[in-house]
C-alpha cells in the first residue's frame, strides 16, 4: 500500500490549498481514510476523517467551518482548507486502514504517506 501526498505549499493568511492523497496498492473494500497533522513539537493530531462504511464525516474543532474531506474512493481523497491562518502550518498525512466506521486516532492507521508541507504566512 502506498500513499502519496501533494498540494502542500506557502499560503498567506487567509488563503487556500487543496492537499490531495492518491492511494495505491489498497485492496480493502470497506475503509477509513483520515488527514492527519503535526505542528512543529506538537503531537500528531487528526484533521478530518472518512469512511464508506458509516455517514460519519470527522472534523477537529480547528478544521470545522473551513476545511472539507472528500473521497470518492480509497484511490484518491482531497482536503480543501480554505481561511488558513499561521497555526495550520505543519506537515499534512493522509492515512488509511480497514475499517467500516470512521477512525480517527492515529494509532489506528495502518498506513501513512510521507506528508507535504504546508506554511501560513502572517
Known amino acids: 500500500v502506498q500513499l502519496v501526498e501533494s498540494g502542500g505549499g506557502l499560503v498567506q493568511t487567509g488563503g487556500s490549498l487543496r492537499l490531495s492523497c492518491a492511494v495505491s496498492?489498497?485492496?480493502?473494500?470497506?475503509?477509513?481514510i483520515g488527514w492527519f497533522r503535526q505542528r512543529p513539537g506538537k503531537e500528531r493530531e487528526a484533521v478530518s476523517c472518512?469512511?464508506?462504511?458509516?455517514?460519519?464525516t470527522y472534523y477537529s474543532a480547528f478544521a470545522k467551518g473551513r476545511f472539507t474531506i472528500s473521497s470518492d474512493s480509497p484511490k484518491n481523497t482531497i482536503l480543501q482548507m480554505n481561511s488558513l491562518k499561521p497555526e495550520d502550518t505543519a506537515v499534512y498525512f493522509c492515512?488509511?486502514?480497514?475499517?467500516?466506521?470512521?477512525?480517527?486516532?492515529?494509532?489506528?492507521?495502518?498506513?501513512w504517506g510521507q506528508g507535504t508541507q504546508v506554511i501560513v504566512s502572517s
Open positions: 472518512i469512511s464508506n462504511g458509516d455517514d460519519v
Open positions: 492515512a488509511a486502514t480497514w475499517s467500516v466506521t470512521t477512525l480517527t486516532a492515529p494509532h489506528d492507521y495502518d498506513y
Open positions: 496498492g489498497f485492496g480493502f473494500r470497506d475503509y477509513s
